[in-house]
């Protein structure tokens, strides 16, 4: 005769076993080569981590593996500081730019390419944005701004792009050195009585057959003036640029207009349309 074992029993036994060897895996006493091998899994971790965290950042930053490398590894507070002001304020990304926006900059870097050779400027360039991007294309970029402190900034975020103080009106260039200018929501400050000043320097600095993108807030030449921009109690008027004025300014001054492009508003702190102008300066 033979006794049927019922099967809750035979299940609840084998729980049992499984029970004990979890039990036997993590409490038994472990060796020093084992203590060793968790050790050096822990290191190969944090590596992999840093690693990880790294090409993100690059990726994010649009900036050269080594300067981000060189940020993460620098010692506290700058590296924290970088890191913070590279998550939250960001540098060209879909976080900051609409499609359009960034879609213009990919294709004046590949205009560029295609034109004569020197150096690109980023005018009016802020903490360097556009210079990183310019420079993590291949481009020999350079940043100028009339302000220090956004001088100071751009230096301290992309060590290896060279910044150099100038204005728009007075850059600090030899004259037909420059292959591409960049003027990125710098000729915002600029009364449009004296955008043709600033573009007669551009078509100075830039060899025959250069590009220049302007991107700027678009609208019918209106004022803005705050009381306290930025946080600060200083007064500043930034003015809402005619795109069909700009690209008549350029034409006026020699330039020949590639593309001029007017979007809507799309990103959350934008209240009017944007506006971007590619031009070349023709070869003779
Ligand atoms: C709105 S911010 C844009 C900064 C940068 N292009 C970006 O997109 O992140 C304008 C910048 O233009 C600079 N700027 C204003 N007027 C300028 C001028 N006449 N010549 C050169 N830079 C100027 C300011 O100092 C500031 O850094």
New binding site residues.
């Given amino acids: 005769m033979t006794t049927q074992v019922p099967s809750g029993i035979e299940s609840s036994s084998a729980t049992a076993s499984v029970r004990m060897s979890w039990r036997a895996i993590l409490f038994a006493p472990i060796g020093d080569d084992q203590r060793r091998r968790r050790g050096s899994d822990a290191v190969r971790l944090i590596l992999a981590s840093l690693a990880v965290l790294c090409a993100v950042l690059v990726l994010r930053s649009n900036s050269h593996p080594e300067d981000v490398i060189a940020h993460v590894l620098s010692p506290p507070p700058y590296g924290i500081r970088w890191l913070v002001t590279l998550i939250w304020i960001g540098e060209i990304s879909s976080a900051t730019e609409a499609p359009i926006d960034r879609s213009l900059l990919v294709a004046f870097v590949e205009l560029v390419q295609s034109g004569p050779s020197g150096r690109v400027a ?6 360097g ?2 210079a990183a991007l310019l420079a993590r294309s291949g481009l020999d970029a350079v940043g ?4 220090e402190g ?1 001088l100071a900034a751009a230096r301290k975020a992309h060590p290896r792009i060279p910044f150099e103080k ?4 007075a850059l600090p260039f030899e004259s037909e050195v420059l292959a591409g200018a960049v ?4 000729i ?3 009364p449009p009585e004296r955008l043709g000043e ?1 573009f007669r320097e551009l078509e100075r600095v830039l060899v025959p057959g250069g590009h220049v993108l302007l ?1 700027f807030q678009a609208g019918s030449c209106e004022p803005i003036r705050r009381q306290a921009a930025h946080g600060t109690n200083l007064p500043l008027t930034n003015y809402l640029h005619n795109p069909s004025g700009v690209a008549a300014l350029l034409e006026e001054v020699g330039f020949t207009i590639f593309a001029q492009v007017v979007r809507a508003a799309d990103l959350e702190h934008e209240t009017s349309p944007q506006g971007f102008v590619i031009a070349s300066r023709p070869v003779e």
């Fill in positions: 980023d005018i009016g360039c802020g903490p944005r556009v100028v701004d009339v302000s956004m100038g204005g728009l009106a003027c990125w929501y710098s915002i400050y600029t600033a991107g």
